[in-house]
């Protein structure tokens, strides 16, 4: 099993979920986000909004203009179970629900 990796997560989405500013997940792999693109996605809509602190690497970005949008690069379903899903999951339904409503 991979070690858990720490997060410092920023406003928006993630924050609101995680209700901490810091948090730590389990992380599969070490793909790279090149953090030279990270202007350029801003530019556009997308936020980098969870960093790895001894890395600096982007680890969790989301648009904001949309009801629901989070792209991460750990798993969260390895910490997820029926009994204990994981909060990105709970809150993807929840923000589900709530938008089937107000249709």
């Not at 969870?50 to 690497?57: I, Q, V, Y």
């Not at 949309?66 to 009994?83: A, D, M, N």
Request: with cysteine; hydrophobic share 30%.
């Amino acid at each position: 099993m991979e070690p858990m990796s720490a997060y410092c997560v920023r406003v928006h989405i993630p924050f609101n979920i995680y209700k901490q500013e810091h948090i730590q997940e389990r992380h599969r792999h070490r793909y790279e986000f090149n953090n030279d693109y990270e202007k350029e996605f801003e530019k556009h809509g997308m936020m980098c909004v969870g960093r790895n602190p001894e890395s600096d690497l982007v680890e969790i970005v989301e648009i904001p203009g949309l009801k629901w949008y989070i792209g991460t690069q750990f798993h969260p379903e390895y910490q997820s179970t029926v009994l204990g899903p994981h909060p990105l999951f709970l809150d993807f339904v929840k923000t589900s629900i709530e938008n089937q409503k107000n249709k």
